[in-house]
């Protein structure tokens, strides 16, 4: 048996047992766990941890526990300088490729109608979703703690609100995308990239306001969908003043 005690910081103790939270929790264990398994065991998924502090320094997810460790587990942070210890989360984070699981497709369509590249469909199973985070290095949008907690996931955040205008809210702080947001580029249908048309190339698909009152028009290279400044606009300000506005 060894002894082995952890604390939570920040946003972490969300996702632990009330007892649990912002306290010294002190655990005997039967072996040498790695850190990351032991991080897990209290229900937080290793793609929330940034920083693992075992006795004051810092370590990655593979360390094991050594009997008598104080464990310090720490989120993502942005404001807080802990550049000359090891941060667990890759960075800098640009040009991000994301994959939503099948209960996110809200979301997915309002990420995209912001120009951030989300892949989605309907029916995509556990593994599509780690195929494409292993293969096509995209980072997993997830209500699933289980699927998160995968080892092979190495990028990935649980979403924790159901209202999708909350949901893009945490994407956008979490992986700090404010000033990365291109309305009018992306299909929120299909994913597609949009390119400006002239009315006259779509009239014929426009009901008779949308053909009277607007000018302004963008069509998927992809599947055809149409868009229009006035449609979609009212819903992207909203979006984007709720976030700027409480950040
Ligand atoms: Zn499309």
Known sequence: MINVS??????????????????????????????????ESFGVPHTEVDLILANGISV?????????????????????????VTRLQERPLRNLQFIADCHLGKLAGKMRLLGLDVEFHNNIVDEELVAAVVNKKKVL??????????????????????????????????????????????CARCNGILERVEK?????????KTKRYF???????????????????GAITSFISRFTSTK
């Open 141 to 186: 949008l997830s209500r699933d703690r289980r699927l998160l907690m995968r080892k092979v996931i190495d990028r990935g955040y649980l979403i924790r609100s159901q209202n999708p205008d909350e949901q893009i809210v945490e994407v956008i702080r979490r992986f700090d995308l404010a000033g990365q947001l291109h309305p009018f580029t992306r």
């Open 215 to 233: 000018d302004d028009f963008f069509q998927c290279q992809v599947c055809r969908q149409v868009y229009w400044r006035g449609s979609h606009l």
């Open 6 to 39: 952890i604390r939570f910081y920040e946003e972490l103790n969300d996702f632990i047992r009330a007892e649990h939270r912002r306290k010294q929790i002190d655990r005997q264990l039967n072996h040498r766990t790695t850190v990351k398994d032991f991080i």
């Open 200 to 208: 006259a190339a779509v009239i014929q698909l426009l009901e008779p």
């Open 60 to 84: 990655d997810f593979d360390h094991r526990v050594n009997d008598g460790d104080l464990i310090s587990v720490y989120p993502v942070f942005e404001s807080f300088d802990i550049s000359e």
